[in-house]
């Protein structure tokens, strides 16, 4: 079966800013239409992903070991890390903030970094393992990663709730400073990740093995997006 071909063969590129189909050879490289810059692929994808996650996975360590905030109930005051804070939350009844801040706090990220370095491990070796289910979970990571700030926000609500009670007082600590910079690195490293190199061998297949692997419906959208 013949081969469509890709849009890289064709000198088009989808601007990443508003989607319009280009032509690459347009001299200066801009969109049409928004004008932003154009460029077939994310640069450096692989190189700035490990970069980020790096980073993030160092932040992560004191985000988790320095407290996150010091709450002050009539005149006692205590640190917090985000651990301490989740088994506070549900020693007191508050098993629902616990839930959010467990998930948002500790298995989000974690969730990512192995998802993330099974990806770039994945990629880098040429894996053709698994290409659908890679592409679904790198789609869930992106997902998942617009609700990453969802502890700091819980954090601010708790404080604004202990403040309009004036039965104490309640302060952030350095620990939410490292967990804002692990949201914000995890984050980046996902936008760095370019999921159209999970496809690049794909093309590579002789004619016999494609016969017993036909393309479907994804596979076209994910080389129609070279």
């Known amino acids: 079966m ?13 601007c990443h800013s508003c989607g319009l189909a ?15 810059p154009l460029h077939r692929r994310k640069i450096n994808s692989l190189t700035r992903t490990w970069a ?5 996975l160092i932040f992560y360590v004191p985000a988790n070991l320095l407290p996150v905030m010091n709450t002050t109930m009539l005149g006692s005051g205590s640190d917090s890390t985000i651990m301490a804070g989740v088994l506070d939350f549900w020693q007191h009844g508050a098993w629902d903030i616990a839930l959010i801040i467990f998930i948002a706090s500790i298995a989000v990220p974690g969730i990512k970094f192995v998802a ?3 990806l770039l491990v994945t990629v880098q070796r040429g894996s053709p393992w698994a290409r659908k289910e890679r592409s679904r979970l790198y789609r869930f990571v992106e997902l998942i990663g617009y609700w990453s700030m ?4 819980v954090v601010a609500l708790v404080a604004a709730l202990v403040k309009f009670q004036a039965l104490g007082d309640i302060e952030p600590r350095l620990g939410i400073l490292f967990f804002g910079l692990v949201v914000v690195f995890t984050m980046l490293s996902a936008m760095s990740f ?26 076209m959208d994910e080389v129609a997006s070279h």
Request: aromatic residues 4%; glycine residues 4%.
């Open 194 to 219: 370019d999921p159209r190199l999970i496809w690049d061998k794909e093309r590579d297949k002789g004619p016999d093995q494609k016969r017993n692997n036909p393309p479907n419906e994804e596979v």
């Open 2 to 14: 013949k081969t469509p071909p890709v849009a890289s063969e064709l000198n088009l590129c989808l």
């Open 116 to 118: 993330l370095t099974m």
């Open 52 to 56: 980020y996650l790096l980073a993030s």
């Open 22 to 36: 280009c032509d690459i050879t347009h001299d200066p490289h801009e969109c049409e239409r928004c004008g932003a």
């Open 150 to 153: 969802l502890d700091v926000i």
